[in-house]
Each structure stands twice: as structure tokens, then as C-alpha cells.
């Protein structure tokens, strides 16, 4: 249950409130009518909470699980505990989402520090700003001059908001956090600490020094953007550093100048990207990836996680490792690794040459390569 001091339910549903929700099959009248007080993982719901099931992982925590009802794939539906009621779905996890979001819809965007709405006393304007209505300015953020923000947006305490920075409707800036040279549609959300427009790491190097070269592109940020706390999106160099619509990004990533990143895509922390890269829709770069400057990632490729890429990835791909190839690849030389290590380990030595085949043994040095 979530801690009411934070997370105050705005909607109580009951279980043929929440099987409509999420198109599951129709209740019985007398479980439809059942109250659902929350929602909860399933080793920690309490028995009028709802949970759901998508990791087999704990397939075991379930058999043990007091809650009211678990949201379950068809294939799981079985392993539902006698008493607890079984809401068959296509997605278990994205339907919990729905119904968590329903309950709880301020979690879905970020809030005022202050809890109110309107412009704080304690915030600075500029006098040439343009706000529509409904906008909220908490305490200490900084609106520059020419600035526009749509209606619903939120600003959070301290942030600040650049020159002729541009902001849509119903987006969320976190606090602390920074926006120049940038224009950013709705439902954006920033979370506390982004920076996006600063200088991208540019200098014609030499030796004589090292010349800055001037940043003179803009951020583009498009609709139902998330990126997470302490990011940084650096402004162009000579064109726009580009985030596309519905993109969801983590804490602590780095995208460098010229950055074209297509709708959709997923970026798990401390990925860094260096300048001029372009990820194409759907692609997905699991943690702690880095990308070599001036590739191409095509459509719908993934990306494990620490890998480095220092090649152009094909669309849909399966890359991983260091330097990043296809996953198979990937997987053959780690168990051959493995294998010769394992080798070394039992006194199997012979140089670098190959193990025999069925000889369990090393080769003779110049009797074979790798």
C-alpha cells in the first residue's frame, strides 16, 4: 500500500470497476462488488489490494501472496492461490499500470513543492515572458525573458527557464533543474536536476591549444518526453540535438551535440551518446551503454547493457560486448573464453594453440593457431 502521506488514492475502485479497466472477463456481482484499497507488489499486497503477476520469477512469492486479486497472463492463470481472484489479461504489467495510474494520477507527473498553483511570490518573471493560464511557478525558479509556457505546465522550485526557451502544455520541469536554447512540446516531463541546451563539447583541437567552437543549434524535445534526474542534452553544434516523441530516458545520461534520437525509444542510465549520433524508432540501450560519435543505430535495435558501440547497428538488432557485435557472436566468444580459461585452470597449457578435438588436451606450440 502506497504511504497515504504521499500517495493519497484520488479514485477507489472495486473488482468490476478495475476487470472494466482492463478489459479482463466480467466478475460474478457478488466479487464485483469487492473494494480495492490499493495496489501493491506481490509478496507485500494485503487482502483488499491488487497485485499482478509478469516476472515467473516469482511465480513462488505468489503461492504465498494474502492479496485481493492478481492481474495474470492466461498461461499463469492457474497458479493463482484458492481465494484470491484471477483477472486474466494480455499484459499483466501494462495493465497494472492503468489501473495504478487511475488510483493514483498524481504519481503520473511531477508536483508542486508548495502544493499550490499559480506564480509563487518568491519566483522571478521576466516581465516579456508569456504563461498561459494554469501554469505553476514554485519558489525560487527563474523565467527568462521571451520565454513562453503553455497551459498546465509546472516549474518546479529553483529551476530555471531560459530566453525564448519554449515550453507546451501539461509538462513537468523538476526542480533545480535548467532549459536553454531549447523548445519543448507537452507533456514533457523533466525530472529534478536535467540540464538541456548547455554548450556541446566542441573544440577544433591543435597544438597550440584547443579552440572553442561556437554551439549554435538548439534542443528539440517532442511530446511525452521523460527524462530522468540529473540527464544532460547538450545543444547542436551546427543543427538541432533532437529527442523524439513518447522517448523515455533515465537518470544520469549523457547526450552530446547534434543527437538525433527517434520516437519511442529507451535509454536506461548512465548510457552516454556521443555527438552526431542518430537512433532511429524504437531502439533501446540498456545501461551503461556508450556510443561511439557519428553512428547509426537502425530501428527497433537493443542494445545489453555496458556495451560499447563503435559500428553502425542494423535495424532490430541484437548487439552486445565490448566493442558491441551481434549477440550470438557475442555469447560464442564468452563460452570459448570460458572453455580456455577453464583449460588453463586444470593445467591444459600449450601456448596459444587450439585444444584438440577429443584429445582434452593443448597442442604443441606451431602445431595449430587461433
Given at each position: 500500500?502506497?504511504?497515504?502521506?504521499?500517495?493519497?488514492?484520488?479514485?477507489?475502485?472495486?473488482?468490476?470497476?478495475?476487470?472494466?479497466?482492463?478489459?479482463?472477463?466480467?466478475?460474478?456481482a457478488e466479487i464485483g462488488r469487492k473494494p480495492v484499497r490499493g495496489v501493491a507488489a506481490v509478496d507485500r499486497a494485503k487482502a483488499d489490494e491488487l497485485t499482478f503477476l509478469e516476472n515467473?520469477?516469482y511465480l513462488e512469492a505468489l503461492t504465498r501472496s494474502r492479496a485481493l486479486a492478481c492481474l495474470v497472463a492466461e498461461k499463469n492463470a492457474a497458479r493463482v492461490p484458492g481465494g484470491m481472484?484471477?483477472?486474466?489479461?494480455?499484459?499483466?504489467?501494462?495493465?497494472?499500470?492503468?489501473?495504478?495510474?487511475?488510483?493514483?494520477?498524481?504519481?503520473?507527473?511531477?508536483?508542486?513543492?508548495?502544493?499550490?498553483?499559480?506564480?509563487?511570490?518568491?519566483?522571478?518573471?521576466?516581465?516579456?515572458?508569456?504563461?498561459?493560464?494554469?501554469?505553476?511557478?514554485?519558489?525560487?525558479?527563474?523565467?527568462?525573458?521571451?520565454?513562453?509556457?503553455?497551459?498546465?505546465?509546472?516549474?518546479?522550485?529553483?529551476?530555471?527557464?531560459?530566453?525564448?526557451?519554449?515550453?507546451?502544455?501539461?509538462?513537468?520541469?523538476?526542480?533545480?533543474?535548467?532549459?536553454?536554447?531549447?523548445?519543448?512540446?507537452?507533456?514533457?516531463?523533466?525530472?529534478?536536476?536535467?540540464?538541456?541546451?548547455?554548450?556541446?563539447?566542441?573544440?577544433a583541437m591543435g597544438p597550440q591549444g584547443h579552440a572553442k567552437v561556437p554551439q549554435i543549434g538548439r534542443v528539440i524535445i517532442q511530446d511525452d518526453v521523460e527524462i530522468g534526474a540529473n540527464?544532460?542534452?547538450?545543444?547542436?553544434?551546427?543543427?538541432?540535438?533532437?529527442?523524439?516523441?513518447?522517448?523515455?530516458?533515465?537518470?544520469?545520461?549523457?547526450?552530446?551535440?547534434?543527437?538525433?534520437?527517434?520516437?519511442?525509444?529507451?535509454?536506461?542510465?548512465?548510457?552516454?551518446?556521443?555527438?552526431?549520433?542518430?537512433?532511429?524508432?524504437?531502439?533501446?540501450?540498456?545501461?551503461?551503454?556508450?556510443?561511439?560519435?557519428?553512428?547509426?543505430?537502425?530501428?527497433?535495435?537493443?542494445?545489453?547493457?555496458?556495451?560499447?558501440?563503435?559500428?553502425?547497428?542494423?535495424?532490430?538488432?541484437?548487439?552486445?560486448?565490448?566493442?558491441?557485435?551481434?549477440?550470438?557472436?557475442?555469447?560464442?566468444?564468452?563460452?570459448?573464453?570460458?572453455?580456455?580459461?577453464?583449460?588453463?585452470?586444470?593445467?591444459?597449457?600449450?601456448?596459444?594453440?587450439?585444444?584438440?578435438?577429443?584429445?582434452?588436451?593443448?597442442?604443441?606450440?606451431?602445431?595449430?593457431?587461433?
Amino acid at each position: 500500500m502506497p504511504d497515504p502521506v504521499f500517495f493519497e488514492p484520488a479514485a477507489h475502485l472495486n473488482l468490476a470497476e478495475v476487470a472494466a479497466l482492463v478489459s479482463a472477463a466480467p466478475l460474478s456481482a457478488e466479487i464485483g462488488r469487492k473494494p480495492v484499497r490499493g495496489v501493491a507488489a506481490v509478496d507485500r499486497a494485503k487482502a483488499d489490494e491488487l497485485t499482478f503477476l509478469e516476472n515467473p520469477h516469482y511465480l513462488e512469492a505468489l503461492t504465498r501472496s494474502r492479496a485481493l486479486a492478481c492481474l495474470v497472463a492466461e498461461k499463469n492463470a492457474a497458479r493463482v492461490p484458492g481465494g484470491m481472484i484471477a483477472l486474466v489479461v494480455k499484459d499483466p504489467y501494462r495493465s497494472f499500470a492503468r489501473v495504478a495510474g487511475h488510483m493514483f494520477p498524481a504519481a503520473l507527473r511531477l508536483s508542486s513543492t508548495c502544493g499550490t498553483q499559480g506564480v509563487s511570490p518568491g519566483s522571478h518573471v521576466d516581465a516579456t515572458a508569456r504563461l498561459e493560464g494554469g501554469v505553476t511557478i514554485d519558489p525560487g525558479a527563474v523565467i527568462g525573458p521571451d520565454a513562453e509556457i503553455g497551459s498546465g505546465t509546472l516549474i518546479g522550485a529553483n529551476a530555471v527557464i531560459g530566453p525564448s526557451v519554449r515550453i507546451g502544455r501539461e509538462s513537468s520541469i523538476g526542480p533545480g533543474a535548467s532549459v536553454t536554447h531549447a523548445l519543448i512540446g507537452n507533456r514533457v516531463i523533466l525530472h529534478a536536476g536535467v540540464r538541456v541546451g548547455q554548450d556541446g563539447f566542441g573544440f577544433a583541437m591543435g597544438p597550440q591549444g584547443h579552440a572553442k567552437v561556437p554551439q549554435i543549434g538548439r534542443v528539440i524535445i517532442q511530446d511525452d518526453v521523460e527524462i530522468g534526474a540529473n540527464s544532460t542534452i547538450d545543444r547542436g553544434a551546427n543543427r538541432d540535438t533532437m529527442i523524439g516523441e513518447g522517448t523515455k530516458i533515465d537518470n544520469l545520461v549523457q547526450i552530446a551535440h547534434n543527437v538525433v534520437i527517434g520516437r519511442h525509444c529507451v535509454i536506461a542510465g548512465q548510457v552516454g551518446i556521443s555527438g552526431s549520433v542518430t537512433l532511429e524508432d524504437f531502439v533501446v540501450l540498456a545501461g551503461h551503454v556508450g556510443v561511439v560519435g557519428h553512428l547509426r543505430i537502425g530501428a527497433g535495435a537493443q542494445i545489453a547493457g555496458a556495451s560499447n558501440i563503435k559500428d553502425n547497428v542494423p535495424a532490430g538488432a541484437r548487439w552486445g560486448g565490448t566493442p558491441a557485435k551481434p549477440i550470438r557472436d557475442w555469447f560464442r566468444e564468452m563460452q570459448v573464453v570460458a572453455l580456455l580459461a577453464k583449460r588453463w585452470k586444470h593445467g591444459e597449457r600449450g601456448g596459444l594453440g587450439v585444444v584438440g578435438e577429443g584429445e582434452g588436451r593443448a597442442r604443441e606450440p606451431g602445431a595449430g593457431k587461433v
